[in-house]
């Protein structure tokens, strides 16, 4: 079962990060069951769109002809109640996928969008294997792209080595899946754990997770999905002392 969003809570929480310095929104089409955007779009009042990036991500699944990618482009402009989209990305790209869009013409679509103001980023997030990946970033000029990375999936996926590949062609790379789904503040092994607490510096899970990568000089934003107003203001004071 899905975790219950309570919308009050989520807005407080959105706007309590914005207010200490987050600028950089994360959301896409299907993420609780489209609730997501709504949400997201009822927290960007009384002046908080002004203050931050927002990023969604087409559904590339429910495409089945050119003009489904604008028609659900319009349908997240309405949910967010907003006028353009900072970053559009094509959502959870694979092979398979990405074949089927770019035949249906997707890359024309972005720049048509780009055109018209509705969108001002073109981006994709990736899951498969990395010779997919490096194929994806030459295939077009990307604004940046998005990649699961975390201390332990050094070679999963993308990886730190396709972080490196998109970062030496200039595209910026927004992280995902930083703690693991959260596994990596909890489910650590007794010897992980004394190794760190060897260390003379006095560290949480979750810090050392993002320590490890915003150590790398290719990464440009981590995302991070906090359920709780405490696990937020955690991340806020860890990154305020990177």
């Known amino acids: 079962d899905k975790?219950?969003?309570?919308?009050?809570?989520a807005i407080a929480m959105i706007r309590h990060a914005i207010d200490n310095g987050v600028n950089y929104v994360d959301t896409a089409?299907?993420?609780?069951?489209?609730?997501?955007?709504v949400i997201l779009g009822k927290a960007l009042k009384k002046g908080y769109r002004d203050k931050t990036k927002v990023a969604t991500k087409l559904p590339v699944w429910h495409a089945k002809k050119y003009e489904d990618f604008e028609r659900l482009l319009d349908e997240q402009l309405a949910r967010l109640k907003i006028d353009y989209?900072?970053?559009y990305l094509l959502h959870a790209l694979n092979k398979g996928q990405w074949d089927r869009v770019k035949e249906l013409?997707?890359?024309d679509?972005?720049?048509?969008?780009?055109d018209k103001g509705k969108i001002r980023y073109t981006g994709f997030s990736f899951h498969d294997e990395l010779p997919v990946f490096k194929e994806i970033v030459d295939s077009y000029d990307w604004d940046m792209c998005q990649i699961q990375l975390n201390i332990l999936d050094e070679h999963y996926q993308a990886g730190v080595e396709g972080l490196k590949y998109a970062g030496a062609r200039g595209i910026p790379v927004v992280i995902m899946e930083p703690l693991r789904g959260g596994r990596l503040a909890q489910s650590l092994s007794q010897e992980v754990i004394d190794l760190w607490n060897d260390y003379p510096e006095r560290r949480s899970p979750v810090e050392w997770a993002f320590r490890w990568l915003y150590n790398f000089p290719e990464v440009t934003t981590i995302l991070s999905g906090v359920s709780t107003m405490e696990q937020l203001k955690d991340n806020i004071k860890i990154f305020e002392n990177a």
């Open 109 to 114: 679509f972005l720049d048509e969008v780009r």
């Open 85 to 87: 989209v900072d970053f």
């Open 3 to 9: 975790p219950q969003v309570d919308e009050q809570e």
């Open 29 to 37: 089409y299907g993420y609780h069951d489209g609730r997501s955007e």
């Open 105 to 107: 013409g997707v890359l």
